[in-house]
């Protein structure tokens, strides 16, 4: 075990696109972006020192509890390896240590259903939480839809969508709904109609700053900005995410006006088709709630993402190694105090 240095970061980078658990959440570049962390990645190598597994963990000062440790989507290795997985835990327990952390939590890129990884990392000292249905209950989302687009073309995913899906592309097409690539200069567009889904949709949005922020770290090699505009005026946009083998969907916004149009159909259509193009083997659509009920808030979003014949993916959840198991129980009675006082005061606020 070995914690990334200067002379590492190049090697880092070639083995996490090339490991076909890839997530760009455990890349430097995405590390950048979140300035209100403190980022160390742990690697895991053999004995020839070629890296064999890693996991880039935050580290956040949280006032009165100390410090938390958090990891998105690692770790990247493989999962049933148990030296790899030992030796990575290994590493977080020291950062522990340095940090005085009073808990490492992961969300992982990993089944639910997973029994042999879960085997494997309670041994390690893991607990999992694993109980959560809606957005606010976890960091990233337990609950998405995934397009399986590996070795397949356009045309056999195109005749794979639900009909309607299929009629609201071409429908956007016909009615004059054209797709363009932005630039950063064209981010404060998308972040005014961000402004209006917001508002809208009753959910707190980025500022403009933060998405300029991603622009400069990860534009063009791995995001784009994709633009739909009808008669010259902007209407949608997407932020998609590439890198390795994957494509994810992390960002969308449509104006309040056209969206009869259908512009978010012709944008998703528009970036899978480019995700073919890259040879990528999976377009990730991101999270919807785990309760698939048509009188949930946002059935209407899990019902938009199975149009396009994607997969219901229920991942593991948290899982977690206490290291004060006290101060995390208080901190985590804490947190969700606050997560219900915010909704409250967004809840009052739209009724105004």
């Known amino acids: 075990m070995k914690l990334l240095e200067e002379k590492d970061i190049k090697r880092y980078k070639e083995f996490l696109e090339l490991h076909e658990r890839c997530n760009f959440q455990q890349s430097i570049e995405w590390g950048k972006v979140k300035t209100n962390w403190k980022k ?4 895991s190598e053999d004995k020839e020192g070629n890296i064999r597994g890693s996991l880039c963990v935050w580290i956040r000062k949280i006032p009165i509890f100390g410090n938390l440790m958090y990891s998105a ?5 493989d999962l049933y390896n148990e030296e790899i997985i030992f030796d990575l835990v290994e590493g977080a327990n020291a950062l522990a240590k340095k940090y005085k952390a009073f808990v490492l939590r992961v969300e992982p890129d990993i089944l639910k259903t997973d029994e042999k990884f879960r085997n494997i990392i309670t ?5 999992i939480k694993d109980d959560s249905k ?10 998405v839809f995934r397009l399986d687009i590996k070795g397949k073309n356009e045309e056999e995913i195109f005749a794979n969508f639900h009909q309607k899906t299929r009629y ?3 429908l956007a097409s016909k009615k004059g709904v054209i797709i363009k690539e932005g630039t950063k200069e064209d981010l404060k567009d998308f972040h005014n109609i961000m402004v209006e889904t917001g508002e809208r949709d009753n959910f707190i949005i980025r500022s403009l700053s933060y998405f300029e922020k991603m622009y400069d770290e990860l534009a063009p090699t791995h995001m784009k900005l994709l633009m739909a505009y009808h008669e010259e005026k902007p209407i949608a946009g ?4 590439m890198y390795g083998n994957k494509v994810w969907y992390l960002y969308g916004a449509s104006s309040n006006k056209h969206r009869n149009l259908m512009p978010n159909y012709l944008l998703q259509w528009t970036m899978i088709k480019e995700a073919i193009a890259r040879g990528a083997d999976m377009y990730d659509f ?3 709630s785990g309760v698939v009920d048509e009188s949930h808030p946002q059935y209407g979003l899990y019902r938009f993402k ?3 014949n994607a997969e219901f993916t229920e991942f593991i959840g948290e899982i977690y190694i206490p290291y004060k198991p006290l101060v995390y129980k208080l901190y985590k009675f804490a947190e969700k105090a606050f997560r219900s006082l915010r909704t409250l005061k967004k809840n009052f606020s739209s009724k105004k």
């Open 40 to 43: 160390e990645i742990i690697l």
């Open 306 to 308: 199975k149009g396009f």
């Open 168 to 170: 609201n592309i071409r």
């Open 123 to 127: 041994k390690e000292g893991f607990k």
């Open 134 to 143: 809606d957005f606010k209950d976890e960091i990233q989302p337990r609950f």
């Open 73 to 77: 989507r690692g770790p990247v290795c």
């Open 238 to 241: 997407i932020i998609p995410i």
């Open 286 to 288: 991101r999270g919807v």
